[in-house]
């Protein structure tokens, strides 16, 4: 089981509950914004700590607040791609790729500099900053990233909603290649309908008021 | 064009400036640190303990430093009887009384910088598999620099200015404890000092602009050029 999820936590005063389990390529968390569900991603990638419940991912419990499991997030091998990318001002973006990888990935996503550019074509960029990257570019090293830092899944939040529309199908079909080529297990956030019913093999719903 | 007895007293401001921030670093960035990030009861107090040399007059930390470091001192007493150390009358003591009314300088300074540190950088490089301490050294630290440099630039003038902690503490011994602001202070008092006085201002002129465009030069060398400006 890729992920089995069953959590509960409060953010911003509020009760947010989820529950899944899903072998699926690609799973989505689907819903309006403000429903929780980056925080679920937070969550599952130990960014955030859940009131209480059980994370699972690829049959490793990282969280478990019965049986006081809680991995930090750098041990629980999720490539996180954030929705505001985040890429290190102060680094090149080579810098910024290279930042979490690691000789041996051991049960994760093994990857060189060079596939992974070649991957997402970006050679080009390696020298430069990345506040001299467009969105669509920057976006990409954002993957890039996650992907050398030898994950066992990778968590996307939102990875389209910043782009124009030919971005936007440039990201989809990277994101299609990861998941047919990689065969990474992925958790994707969208509110998008069209863009969830594309790349995801299992939906989860998540309503705005869950109690 | 300087004497050699104000080269002299030249050399002992830097040198006890350079120890005093070389001391007051380390404490200042932990106290920074923990002001920026810290979240428990007990931390407006830390807050007004830290600026307490910043509003005190400065004769008063003086006597205090007298008070806690002198011989009979709590203090004192542990460094001469155990590490053999005096501070009193010596230039130790110059640059502890320049580090303590320092610190709160530093600590302003280095704290903003942190706080204007994007913590979610730190998230990511959580999930890129670093540590807290790798993801200190490689993020937060840099990222801060430009406050740190302009903590030290401040500390620095602040410890080449310092007169009132470091007369009451060290007294104004000449070769010993006699930085500039002292020395200046002495050659007025003294019948026919006023050349002395021309070249020791024209010094401190000197060393204080050369400690902030030094400082604007490191800024730039960090590559963040809006930041670059650190005061």
């Known amino acids: 089981m890729s992920f089995d999820v069953d959590l509960s936590l409060t953010r911003g005063g509020r009760q947010i509950a989820v529950r899944f389990r899903s072998d699926a390529p690609v799973t989505a968390l689907f819903g309006p914004s403000g429903a929780g569900k980056t925080s679920v991603l937070e969550a599952v990638s130990g960014l955030l700590r859940p009131d209480r419940g059980r994370i699972a991912v690829a049959g490793e419990a990282l969280f478990d607040s019965t049986a006081r499991i809680n991995l930090p997030p750098e041990r629980r091998g999720c490539g996180f791609v954030f929705q505001d990318l985040r890429l290190f001002p102060h680094r090149t973006v080579r810098q910024n790729l290279l930042y979490g990888h690691r000789a041996d990935p051991g049960p994760g996503l093994r990857m060189a500099l060079d596939e992974a550019c070649a991957f997402l074509g970006i050679e080009h960029l390696?020298?430069?900053?990345?506040?001299?990257?467009?969105?669509?570019?920057?976006?990409?090293v954002a993957i890039g990233r996650a992907l050398l830092s030898g994950p066992g899944v990778l968590l996307l939040d939102e990875p389209l909603a910043a782009l124009d529309a030919p971005r936007r199908e440039e990201v989809m079909a990277v994101i299609e290649r990861i998941r047919d080529e990689l065969r990474l297990p992925m958790l994707l956030v969208s509110h998008q309908r069209a863009e969830v019913e594309r790349l995801a093999g299992h939906v989860v719903e998540m309503p705005l008021s869950m109690t | 064009m300087l004497s050699a007895e104000e080269w002299q007293i030249v050399a002992l401001?830097?040198?006890?400036?350079?120890?005093?921030?070389?001391?007051?670093?380390?404490?200042?960035?932990?106290?920074?640190?923990?002001?920026?990030?810290?979240?428990?009861?007990?931390?407006?107090?830390?807050?007004?303990l830290v600026h307490l040399p910043l509003v005190l007059p400065p004769v008063v930390t003086g006597w205090?430093?007298?008070?806690?470091?002198?011989?009979?001192?709590p203090v004192g007493r542990v460094l001469s009887q155990v590490f053999g150390i005096t501070l009193l009358f010596r230039w130790t003591g110059a640059a502890l009384a320049a580090a303590v009314m320092s610190l709160p300088l530093m600590v302003r300074a280095i704290r903003l910088s942190i706080e204007a540190v994007d913590t979610?950088?730190?998230?990511?490089?959580?999930?890129?598999?670093?540590g807290p301490w790798r993801t200190f050294a490689t993020i937060t630290l840099p990222l801060s620099l430009p406050g740190v440099l302009a903590g030290v630039v401040l500390g620095l003038a602040r410890s080449l200015g310092e007169f009132g902690a470091t007369i009451t503490f060290a007294s104004n011994i000449p070769g010993e404890t006699r930085t500039l602001p002292l020395a200046i202070y002495a050659a007025l008092q003294a019948p026919g000092g006023d050349a002395m006085v021309w070249r020791l201002a024209?010094?401190?002129?000197?060393?204080?602009?050369?400690?902030?465009?030094?400082?604007?030069a490191l800024g730039r060398r960090t590559g963040m050029g809006r930041h670059g400006h650190v005061l």
């Open chain 2, 120 to 130: 979610r950088l730190e998230q990511a490089a959580r999930t890129l598999g670093a």
């Open chain 2, 13 to 48: 401001s830097l040198k006890v400036g350079a120890v005093a921030i070389a001391l007051t670093l380390p404490v200042a960035f932990v106290l920074a640190w923990v002001l920026a990030r810290g979240r428990f009861r007990g931390i407006v107090l830390l807050d007004a």
């Open chain 2, 202 to 216: 024209a010094i401190s002129v000197v060393l204080s602009l050369a400690a902030l465009v030094a400082s604007e």
């Open chain 1, 126 to 140: 390696l020298a430069r900053m990345p506040r001299t990257l467009s969105g669509g570019e920057a976006q990409r």
């Open chain 2, 64 to 73: 205090l430093l007298l008070i806690a470091f002198g011989p009979a001192g």
